[in-house]
């Protein structure tokens, strides 16, 4: 409340004071970031963010746009890991690329810091078409479509899309749906069964 | 089902012309399932359910209840082939169950009159409780605890969600998010690849 809106009038030739602007925007992803994982993308409002942010609804129009924009900032914070770490997976050789997509997938997934844009992405993408776009921009032209380009098959992209579906599924019933026991298992256990699962789709017979 | 057979005769007295309130029933219905499949369960609503079938809202509270029991209602006619298919698939010996169970499932997706239901169930299960209620019977004690009992090791449970989570997976990115190229693949293609997987799951090493 006590920020000093950029638009309200007297801005500051220059700059907007850069610490004070870099929390507020902080906070309003934050807030975005619950909003959308705990309600799904329709049900959330720019409204609902603004106010569980303590701001007004233009300051977030201000920064960030429209509600799909503010959508794809929040969940950004998902993607930029995701390709780093996509990164890493692809420079090491392909023998145990298995394992190391099966670590990183449930490393975003047991972090408490991208578990909610995760969440904020699934609950939203099954009913939204934009959110469904950034999940198949996120999913499957970043990560799927580097990965496939490793695999030396005709069926490479399929190949890859079974290996993403295997770890989707888990994700879904683990962390989303909540069914038990997977819910509830020691991520090591799942680790051990799934990563030759994993393994066998990218490069088995 | 304890419903009556049809012409056994004797039960007219005081009761609704059965046709015609088989019909109401049946128009509900198919209206429900496109609404939640469409909207999911949050978005919603029995008078938006009771316009597109094109009766009073009244109406569809006399036969069904609140809008969880309609939500029930409307998504029970992909449990019952379900809980048939499953007696099907556990009454044949084990080698085989993978190839089963994966066909099952995607006969079920496959098929438009059980798609809608299992959209609708996929839509409202991520964003609402009551909903991922329904999905925890439908899937986890109806399904994977009867496969689980079958299997003779001691994380069969565990063993029996890990391969559901490989089909639900796919079902997610083929039929809900429709990435591509595993939306528009060949189903034959699919099965040949993940039925050895989804055996391995439940009785591999």
Redesign the interface.
């Known amino acids: 409340m006590t920020d000093t809106a950029p638009g309200t009038g007297g801005r500051r030739r220059g700059r907007p004071p850069r610490t004070e602007s870099a929390g507020t925007r902080e906070r309003i992803l934050d807030a975005a970031r619950e909003e959308f994982a705990e309600?799904?993308y329709?049900?959330t409002s720019v409204r609902g963010i603004a106010k569980a942010a303590g701001v007004d609804s233009a300051l977030v129009h201000h920064y960030f746009g429209t509600k799909e924009q503010v959508f794809e900032a929040a969940v950004e914070v998902a993607l930029v890991p995701a390709l780093k770490v996509r990164d890493a997976v692809l420079e090491a050789p392909l023998d145990d690329v298995g394992e190391r997509m099966t670590r990183f997938l449930f490393g975003l997934w047991e972090n408490p810091a991208t578990r909610k844009p995760l969440l904020a992405i699934?609950?939203s993408?099954?009913?939204n078409e934009a959110a469904?776009t950034v999940?198949?921009r996120l999913?499957?032209s970043q990560l799927?479509r580097r990965i496939a380009g490793e695999i030396d098959a005709p069926?490479a992209?399929?190949?890859a899309?079974?290996a993403?579906?295997?770890?989707?599924?888990?994700a879904?019933?683990r962390y989303?749906?909540?069914?038990?026991?997977?819910a509830s298992?020691d991520i090591e256990?799942?680790v051990e069964?799934?990563a030759p699962?994993v393994q066998?789709?990218l490069t088995g017979p």
Chains 1, 2 share one sequence.
Do not use: N, S
């Not at 989303?176 to 997977?182: A, D, H, L, S």
């Open positions: 309600r799904g329709e049900k699934v609950r993408a099954v009913t469904a999940f198949r999913v499957a799927l069926d992209e399929l190949r899309e079974l993403a579906a295997q770890l989707v599924g888990i879904m019933m989303v749906i909540k069914i038990e026991p997977i298992a256990r799942i069964r799934v699962v066998g789709h």
